[in-house]
């Protein structure tokens, strides 16, 4: 199993990213090196991951500026296959705060986590959604 997340091991993630947004990433791992955060070049945040536990590793942010063209999708299957071959049991997406992302985690087959949602005046659930992964361990 996975303990600390290392950039290397995502670093065709980085590259997916780069090519396809025409943006140049700069990687930092921070909080005890349980995390990765790729930063464009006006220091925005594009795409940051954190374990969360042995099990468990959240999308702490995802933001790129070409939407609706596939990327968020293809970062995610690339993402999902790397955690069930290291038996990640989930992946969680947190602080859904649009439609667009709630309508991401759906289309992607995440569920709400109960008691961590809310609902606005749209009557969306904005929050935070879970994906159980099938690992390698129990496939």
Avoid: W
Avoid at 45 to 63: A, C, G, P, R
Avoid at 125 to 137: A, H, P, S, V
């Amino acid at each position: 199993m996975i303990t600390v997340l290392k950039p290397n091991d995502f670093e065709h993630i980085k590259k997916m990213i780069e090519n396809k947004d025409k943006v140049k990433l700069r990687v930092d791992a921070g909080f005890g090196k349980k995390s990765i955060t790729y930063i464009g070049g006006l220091g925005n945040v594009v795409f940051q991951l954190k374990e969360d536990n042995e099990e468990n590793v959240s999308i702490h942010h995802m933001s790129f500026k070409n939407e609706r063209k596939g990327l968020g999708t293809a970062v995610l299957e690339e993402l999902i296959q790397y955690l069930a071959k290291n038996n990640k049991r989930k992946l969680f997406v947190e602080n859904v705060t649009t439609r667009a992302m709630v309508e991401f985690c759906k289309k992607n087959g995440f569920k709400p986590v109960e008691r961590q949602v809310y609902i606005k005046d749209d009557g969306c659930l904005y929050g935070n959604y879970q994906l159980t992964i099938e690992t390698e361990e129990v496939l």
